[in-house]
T-cell receptor, first 116, second 111 residues
């Protein structure tokens, strides 16, 4: 049973560019959350997807957008990259308990993004 | 914004000693969870304690929760070099449905 997978593992972009990160949830999980973790900090919640819709959003600008596909996989898109977007981006999946309540989350290994 | 604060920020102990990490949070919660992260990789779930529980055990881990003080502690007994990692507490409120992490405690266990 595969766990949460993310691609790519590392990425280097320049300011102003756009990036797409991908996540496949753990088998049987229908809810995907994305987090940004700056160096030396804890993860910060970006948004959560369930049934192909954004259900919850953290304090991130509209440059951060996402998508969830019918197979529950998800993408995180960041437009107009800034130096401050350099971070580890973590995807987490969970069984949504009928889509209402998310408890324990299973994290992928993350994508490390460097913006130059 | 981050929900809580872990204390201490860094902890260095000898193998075999116990390690205690504390977490404080600000808002009401339904549960609190502890996660471990090795070298900036993905987080691994360790233990979950609900708001109506006061103490929970899992192997060498012991977690306490004091909702009146909005604080939790994680005790790792008989530590091993393999326990070297960053430890994060995360709170969950069902109304918000987003998990809020603290800044973490960096634990180093020396062999």
């Amino acid at each position: 049973d595969a766990g949460v997978t993310q691609s790519p593992t590392h990425l280097i972009k320049t300011r102003g560019q756009q990036v797409t990160l991908r996540c496949s949830p753990k088998s049987g999980h229908d809810t995907v959350s994305w987090y940004q973790q700056a160096l030396g900090q804890g993860p910060q919640f970006i948004f959560q997807y369930y049934e192909e819709e954004e259900r919850q959003r953290g304090n991130f600008p509209d440059r951060f957008s996402g998508h969830q596909f019918p197979n529950y996989s998800s993408e995180l898109n960041v437009n107009a990259l800034l130096l401050g977007d350099s971070a580890l981006y973590l995807c987490a999946s969970s069984p949504g308990l009928a889509g209402v309540r998310v408890e324990t989350q299973y994290f992928g290994p993350g994508t490390r993004l460097l913006v130059l | 914004s981050q929900q809580g604060e872990e204390d201490p920020q860094a902890l260095s102990i000898q193998e075999g000693e116990n390690a205690t990490m504390n977490c404080s949070y600000k808002t009401s919660i339904n549960n609190l969870q502890w996660y471990r992260q090795n070298s900036g990789r993905g987080l691994v779930h360790l233990i979950l304690i609900r708001s109506n529980e006061r103490e929970k055990h899992s192997g060498r881990l012991r977690v306490t929760l004091d909702t009146s003080k909005k604080s939790s502690s994680l005790l790792i007994t008989a530590s091993r070099a393999a326990d070297t990692a960053s430890y994060f507490c995360a709170t969950l409120n069902y109304n918000n449905n987003d998990m809020r992490f603290g800044a973490g405690t960096r634990l180093t266990v020396k062999p």
